[in-house]
T-cell receptor, first 115, second 112 residues
């Protein structure tokens, strides 16, 4: 058990809908990362938050947004869903040291299926 | 975009044999990490090697880093069926800010 909690584990929805994925980082970790894993794109970095502020942004679509709350949990919002958004979405957390990215602790992921 | 390219894409060996996976990357890094993923599960951190280190060991794992060639290798000795998983290298690039960029992974199958 990594200590990172992601909910829900599975999500099935229709095109055009909006969903929210939730992540609780390990106790004491200030950084939260979101990744998307699909067969054709591999593991793609989406966005990172540190102590409530956006720190780095990857190839995140404009239809996607995220935030980190004062209690450090994070939510990833996906809207106007398309078939191609079907993927495994991972949250990871770390203790940001300011000297590069240290080891990440991954949650078990949310499997999103857009039908 | 993928920073790391891993080789081979798939590797099948017998229990007790050693498994070697390679990773190449393109830009300067702060560190390079290896992760393991069992089918559809979350990734688990295995080992981190910093840019000023050349070799690191952890149990049955040995990682090397050659920054002049921008490459790393992961050696798993005396493999077990339980080592069957996908293995990913991930780089913390100097210019990319706070993120890890993952390679495409090597699927390792250890046959009992």
């Amino acid at each position: 058990d990594s200590g990172v909690t992601q909910t829900p584990k599975h999500l099935i929805t229709a095109t055009g809908q909006r969903v929210t994925l939730r992540c609780s980082p390990r106790s004491g970790d200030l950084s939260v990362y979101w990744y998307q894993q699909s067969l054709d794109q591999g593991l793609q970095f989406l966005i990172q938050y540190y102590n409530g502020e956006e720190r780095a942004k990857g190839n995140i679509l404009e239809r996607f947004s995220a935030q980190q709350f004062p209690d450090l949990h994070s939510e990833l919002n996906l809207s106007s869903l398309e078939l191609g958004d079907s993927a495994l979405y991972f949250c990871a957390s770390s203790v940001a040291s300011g000297q590069g990215v240290e080891k990440l602790f991954f949650g078990s992921g949310t499997q999103l299926s857009v039908l | 975009s993928q920073q790391g390219e891993e080789d081979p894409q798939a590797l099948s060996i017998q229990e007790g044999e050693n498994a070697t996976m390679n990773c190449s990357y393109k830009t300067s890094i702060n560190n390079l990490q290896w992760y393991r993923q069992n089918s559809g599960r979350g990734l688990v951190h295995l080992i981190l090697i910093r840019s000023n280190e050349r070799e690191k060991h952890s149990g049955r794992l040995r990682v090397t880093l050659d920054t002049s060639k921008k490459s790393s290798s992961l050696l798993i000795t005396a493999s077990r069926a339980a080592d069957t998983a996908s293995y990913f290298c991930a780089t913390d690039e100097v210019t990319s800010g706070s993120r890890l960029t993952f390679g495409e992974g090597t699927q390792l199958t250890v046959n009992p």
